[in-house]
């Protein structure tokens, strides 16, 4: 495949082009969501799953709470029981859910009590012992989960539950957070008894889920690029000979953890009629009332112990639901949305999108950087309105992932039947690097989607490059030519080749266990 028809299928990554200022891909992205960490999405990925022995199947990963310190008890990071989490799928291209998955999570307080003075006394942890997935003897916490699948509009359409294809029972239980060695001695055995095979109604395959904690995938240079960009090298031609400019910079995310919702669904059950596009984002949605409780409790007398199945909570909500996280392709709430309406797209939903698509015909982020890096040959694109980058931000792309019928809408489009590339020759660099499997079509947990977005923002699309007529801004052409980069590669030591794919979560005790 030739460098032009690279562009054209790049198209696809000018979804989020603007973002790639190399920001986490959705952590603490909006002001509203700041505040409410449990339900603010951090990635959400869509792919065909390479595992072996899985063709035919399509993952979906919707990554939520950002910079989940693995150190961070003796309360851990539960999901919100008053939150709905969603992962939606748009299988005719009309920028509306056809299917939703929805989680709800329930947390149980064991009551676990030892005797102190002849009194028996509610212990301060969430475990006493040791733990296993045979039983919760020790456990003072216990987190379970609930998955609904709904067709047609998400709060109207009709809703059926997902059960355990093993037991029947409509209720999965969910891992403990990495505590330490001691508490789990080993960690990813554990984690693995949590992947359960589920029925899902109107599918005659079963496929799989999996709810727990796993460590941020994502590979990113937070600390230099929110201090003005302050990379060392750029673009790696500015880099000295030899120097790679993409292992500079340290992974800002590499010390934290996050609680992953992971689905592995059969394509034949996603996809509608012959078309085998499908589009996916990721939500989160509270009670539209908030009231502070003045006298919190545990539902139980001061003098009683013993387990309380829904303890009472700091605050009691209601109403109607109302979303405040949205993710679908990475970056775009990041910096593509302007800051007076960052909690406005939270809210959104795809089929509105063109009320947004000022932020993307005239990008910023090309004119910072251009202020920045100028001395260094950097120079941005002088053509406005950027139609490369509006085309692919709302239909996907033509012959690569767009659907037979599409209204602009934003999405992260995946063509199912698009062959997958295993797992060890994966290029994290997806269709730039002659890797059509990968971003943007759909996104593994490999694909390093912050370096792909930065070039295309910098103009690699806007070809040709050869001063000709047709050439939408000779004085760029050199620029427009650099492989920019925030200096972080991700390594595919950090990711397993099997479901859930994202790596075991980092201990929050990581030394072996000491009596």
């Known amino acids: 495949m030739n460098l032009s028809n690279y562009r054209r299928i790049l198209a696809g990554t000018a979804a989020a082009a603007i973002a790639a200022t190399a920001l986490a891909s959705s952590h603490r992205e909006a002001p509203f969501i700041t505040t409410r960490p449990k339900v603010d999405g951090t990635d959400f990925y869509m792919f065909s799953s390479y595992e072996p022995g899985r063709a035919g199947y399509v993952t979906l990963i919707a ?17 919100d029981p008053s939150a709905l989490y969603e992962i ?10 056809d299917l939703t998955f929805q989680f709800r999570f329930r947390v149980a307080d064991s009551g676990l009590a030892v005797t102190a003075g002849g009194k028996m006394v509610p212990v301060p942890l969430s475990n006493i012992g040791p733990l296993s997935a045979s039983s919760t003897a020790a456990q003072n916490v216990v987190e379970t ?21 093993d037991t029947g029972s409509a209720v999965f239980s969910k891992p403990f957070d990495n505590i330490g060695m001691k508490s789990i001695p080993d960690y990813a055995a554990y984690a693995n008894t949590f992947i359960h095979n589920i029925t899902i109604p109107g599918c005659r395959v079963p496929g799989r889920v999996f709810v727990g904690q796993r460590k941020d995938p994502f590979v990113v240079n937070l600390g230099e690029t929110f201090d003005l960009v302050n990379i060392r090298y750029p673009a790696q031609e500015l880099a000295p000979p030899g120097v790679n400019a993409r292992q500079l910079a340290p992974n800002s995310l590499a010390g934290y953890n996050v609680t992953t919702l992971a689905l592995e669904v059969a394509a034949s059950c996603l996809t509608r009629g012959n078309d085998p596009v ?3 984002w990721t939500t989160a949605s509270l009670r539209q009332s908030h009231v502070l409780n003045p006298d919190p409790e545990s539902a139980r007398s001061a003098v009683s112990v013993g387990p309380v199945a829904q303890p009472t909570f700091a605050s009691v909500d209601g109403g109607a639901w109302t979303q405040v996280s949205r993710l679908g392709m990475p970056l775009v709430n990041e910096v593509i949305i302007g800051l007076p309406d960052k909690d406005r797209w939270n809210a959104s939903r795809p089929k509105n999108d063109a009320q947004f698509a000022d932020y993307v015909t005239n990008p910023s982020l090309p004119v910072l950087l251009q202020a920045l890096f100028g001395s260094a040959g950097v120079r941005a694109p002088n053509v406005y309105p950027r139609t490369d980058l509006v085309a692919a931000f709302l239909t996907g792309i033509k012959g690569l992932n767009q659907p037979a019928k599409v209204t602009p809408s934003e999405e992260l489009r995946l063509n199912t039947s698009t062959p997958v590339t295993v797992a060890g020759s994966q290029n994290d660099l997806g269709v730039l690097g002659a890797d059509v499997a990968g971003f943007p079509n759909g996104r593994r947990p490999i694909d390093d ?18 001063g000709s007529a047709q050439d939408p801004d000779p004085s760029s052409d050199v620029s427009r030519q650099l492989h920019y980069t925030d200096g972080v590669e991700p390594n595919p030591a950090d990711y397993l080749s099997v479901f859930p794919y994202l790596n075991t979560p980092l201990a929050g005790s990581p030394t072996s266990a000491n009596d």
């Open 63 to 79: 990554n939520y709470q950002p910079f989940e310190s693995p150190q961070g008890g003796p309360n851990y990071y539960t999901m």
């Open 145 to 165: 989960y609930s998955l609904m699948l709904v067709r047609g509009d998400r709060r109207s359409g009709h809703a059926e539950q997902v059960t355990d294809a």
């Open 449 to 466: 989607v912050v370096t792909i977005e930065l070039r295309v923002a910098m103009g690699v699309l806007l070809s040709p490059f050869d």
């Open 88 to 97: 939606h799928i748009d299988n005719d291209g009309d920028g509306v859910e």
């Open 278 to 280: 499908i589009g996916g």
